[in-house]
């Protein structure tokens, strides 16, 4: 979802950001660097979808839409997967854009000062009562320009360290390591 992508994530992504890309040219059916590239939007904590049919409902919920949300408060349309209402937030501590898709997970932590912070709440969406959701200053994120000022603001909200992917343990491991298991829809 590089709709709601900022520049620390376009440059994460290997992308020039004053041209990124609107729409990937999957035409090439080249799958190595497709796959490459959606592990990396997985490793900045970005949801897989299990359709885009999905994704467009899901959208409408988020969004207000009306009917959607009478929709899922009537049980018309499936309640939102624990998945599907998570936000979350990852920075990389010592990764530059160059670095590829299999070095991040593999040899993050492997250096002095690598890993990354995840902060993962549930989202305030109908039917979700939990006490933890997004706390509301989560917005300082938008005004950061690198990813080391993104870990500082994740540090600062309370997100945890990890030196590597082996080593996270908490509920946005569907989202980073989903390349792992996810092999079709829910």
């Known amino acids: 979802m590089l709709n709601d992508a900022n520049a620390i994530d376009v440059e994460f992504l290997g992308m020039d950001s004053l041209d990124p890309i609107i729409y990937r040219d999957t035409a090439s059916n080249d799958e190595e660097v497709e796959d490459t590239f959606c592990r990396a939007l997985l490793l900045l904590g970005a949801k897989w979808y299990d359709s885009t049919a999905r994704y467009f409902l899901i959208s409408r919920v988020i969004d207000g839409d009306q009917s959607a949300l009478n929709d899922l408060e009537e049980g018309r349309i499936p309640d939102l997967t624990r998945r599907e209402r998570r ?33 993962d709440y549930d989202t ?39 030196e590597n992917l082996q080593a996270y343990d908490g509920d946005a491991e569907t989202y980073l390591r989903a390349w ?5 829809g829910e």
């Open 87 to 119: 936000w979350v937030c990852v920075g990389w501590i010592g990764e530059s854009s160059s670095n590829s898709t299999d070095e991040r997970s593999e040899t993050a932590g492997t250096g002095e000062g690598r890993g990354f912070y995840v902060l």
């Open 124 to 162: 305030n969406l109908p039917g979700i009562l939990d006490d933890e959701v997004v706390p509301m200053d989560v917005g300082r994120l938008l005004l950061c320009r690198t990813m080391a000022e993104r870990c500082t603001v994740l540090r600062s909200l309370g997100a945890r360290f990890y």
């Open 180 to 184: 792992d298991w996810k092999k079709e």
